[in-house]
């Protein structure tokens, strides 16, 4: 997917001493004004794949905050480079403070995307393009747009909330945090929309944007993280009639050559195998930092050995659970020699370039709107014989019993416990954290995980002594502070609690 993204043109006048008022001002020739460029259908589909394309920036690190920040993953520590303790390893540590640079590029990255996000839909209103074209296309802006304030709201509570653009710079300086509930108002209102404007698929061209199964599954995923568990139920039953289905082999779900596939709701679009710069490149990321090729396929290349998977994770799943072994592996041969430090396999698979993989993200899978719909109708009426058939769907693939006689309570830990395993290295384990309990009740569950990470390290530290404020979890932590920079920027915006 070629990323395309409107340009706003200054014109510069070099002063020297020979310009004067006839100077020649001129424009770059190969650069259009936003003012010209919305012209036709054609322009708005460029300016929606650079929408699809800003995707890939937030979702190249989405892991640190969704993965790594939970009980799933941990680093490959390293007693020689300690330059990541204060960025991206602060939090695996729960050390985060406001001038995190992660932080930082978590929020401008986000917003960055809302900026053209909202431009496109304001010239899109008045356009004269082709109907069903420019309802689809509305569709998808809002869906994307709800996908990013569903985040922000998840990551941060209270965010600033902009629909439109600004006419000036100076309105910047009088944004301030919307309440939590308005920005789900939001979310809801425009995921809405984006169901009615969505059609259920697309031409073969057209695989992998966002659909009306999309849209309704990730409002099922909003009225879940709600608790309004009707709404959810009611949501994510209008998914199931359109067409979606388990692969058989859990592992098709990952491999570059089945992208897009029956169980796919919605990912993230990567080509590897050339140099347009839209490739992936999470083995890289996730191997262990000195495994070399043994992992990535080639010779020399020097990984970064984050996300991990912990000994926690590791045990969570089941004796003859099939997804384990595709899912990660308990470490590499290099040399003849076998390391047991473990690694995600998920997105392990041979590519013809280096550091250019072809896998997409997985968002949203079928598998995770059969576990929500589970989930839904047992917190909403009990764990009847249609919820528990759903959470037997995803178990039978992955070669487990099915299982019966649950309470409602046991049956809530049951499905959580299958949401961790299925969507494993996925991105979902803090939010469903977070979403399933309140702000003591995670860092009472997460102290609790540091104890045991902290007296077995998944990988050795060299004979580096954890800190003392490492994995100290308090009740503030439920959510990340806004970027120092922003509030220098803005002195209207306000700290989140606990953060200095």
Same mark, same amino acid.
């Given at each position: 997917m070629k990323k395309i993204t409107p340009y706003i043109i200054a014109t510069l006048c070099f002063l020297q001493f020979s310009c004067k008022d006839d100077f020649l001002i001129t424009t770059d020739a190969t650069r259009i004004s936003t003012d010209l460029?919305?012209?036709?259908?054609?322009?708005?589909?460029?300016?929606?794949?650079?929408?699809?394309?800003?995707?890939?920036?937030?979702?190249?690190?989405?892991?640190?905050g969704q993965e790594f920040m939970s009980d799933n993953t941990t680093l490959d520590f390293n007693p020689l480079d300690r330059g990541g303790a204060a960025g991206w390893e602060a939090f695996e540590f729960s050390t985060v403070n406001p001038g995190n640079g992660e932080i930082a590029a978590l929020w401008n990255n986000h917003y960055a995307t809302m900026y053209n996000i909202n431009?496109?839909?304001?010239?899109?209103?008045?356009?004269?393009?082709?109907?069903?074209?420019?309802?689809?296309?509305?569709?998808?802006?809002?869906?994307?747009?709800?996908?990013?304030?569903?985040?922000?709201?998840?990551?941060?509570?209270?965010?600033?909330?902009? !629909?439109?653009?600004?006419?000036?710079?100076? &309105?910047?300086? +009088? #944004?301030? $945090?919307?309440?939590?509930?308005?920005?789900?108002?939001?979310i809801e209102a425009d995921l809405k929309e984006a169901v009615n404007l969505?059609?259920?698929?697309?031409?073969?061209?057209?695989?992998?944007?966002?659909?009306?199964?999309?849209?309704?599954?990730?409002?099922?995923?909003?009225?879940?993280?709600l608790k309004r568990y009707p709404e959810a139920v009611t949501t994510l039953k209008q998914v199931l009639p359109l067409g979606y289905s388990l692969y058989a082999n859990y592992k098709d779900n990952f491999d570059p050559?089945?992208?897009?596939?029956?169980?796919?709701?919605?990912?993230?679009?990567?080509?590897?195998?050339?140099?347009?710069?839209?490739?992936?490149?999470?083995?890289?990321?996730?191997?262990p930092r000195l495994s070399q090729g043994a992992v990535t396929g080639f010779a020399n290349t020097t990984p970064s050995g984050r996300n991990i998977? !912990?000994?926690?994770?590791?045990?969570?799943? &089941?004796?003859? +659970? #099939?997804? $384990?072994?595709?899912?990660?592996?308990p470490g590499y041969t290099l040399n003849g020699t076998f390391v047991a430090i473990p690694f995600i396999n998920k997105y392990r698979y041979t590519h013809t370039i280096t550091g250019r993989s072809d896998n997409n993200w997985p968002i949203l899978?079928?598998?995770?709107?059969?576990?929500?719909?589970?989930?839904?109708?047992?917190?909403?009426?009990?764990?009847?014989?249609?919820?528990?058939?759903?959470?037997?769907?995803?178990?039978?693939?992955?070669?487990?019993?099915?299982?019966?006689?649950?309470?409602?309570?046991?049956?809530r830990t049951a499905v959580l416990k299958e949401r961790r395993v299925e969507l494993a290295f996925e991105n979902h384990r803090w939010f469903d954290l977070q979403r399933t309990n309140t702000p003591a009740q995670l860092a009472t569950f997460m102290n609790a995980y540091a104890v045991k990470e902290k007296a077995t390290p998944t990988v050795p530290r060299g004979g580096i002594a954890f800190n003392a404020l490492d994995y100290v979890y308090e009740d503030f932590e439920y959510i990340l502070p806004i970027p120092a920079p922003q509030i220098l920027i803005n002195s209207k915006l306000t700290q989140n609690k606990g953060y200095q």
């Open positions: 460029f919305y012209a036709n259908q054609s322009q708005f589909e460029q300016a929606l794949n650079g929408v699809y394309g800003q995707l890939q920036n937030i979702t190249n690190t989405a892991y640190i431009y496109a839909l304001e010239k899109l209103a008045p356009s004269t393009i082709d109907a069903a074209t420019k309802s689809a296309i509305e569709g998808q802006l809002k869906f994307i747009r709800a996908y990013h304030y569903f985040n922000l709201v998840r990551y941060f509570g209270d965010v600033v909330l902009v !629909t439109k653009t600004l006419s000036n710079p100076n &309105e910047a300086f +009088d #944004l301030v $945090k919307s309440p939590e509930a308005d920005v789900y108002k939001q969505l059609p259920a698929t697309y031409p073969a061209v057209g695989r992998g944007r966002a659909t009306k199964g999309a849209a309704l599954s990730l409002l099922g995923k909003v009225y879940l993280t050559a089945r992208k897009n596939g029956s169980e796919s709701v919605f990912e993230v679009q990567y080509q590897g195998g050339n140099d347009l710069g839209e490739q992936s490149n999470f083995v890289y990321v996730f191997a998977p !912990t000994n926690d994770m590791i045990a969570a799943y &089941e004796t003859g +659970d #099939l997804r $384990k072994d595709i899912s990660l592996q899978r079928y598998s995770d709107v059969l576990l929500m719909l589970a989930e839904a109708i047992n917190e909403a009426t009990g764990p009847d014989a249609e919820a528990v058939g759903y959470l037997n769907q995803v178990r039978k693939r992955a070669g487990l019993a099915d299982l019966s006689g649950l309470s409602k309570d046991t049956f």
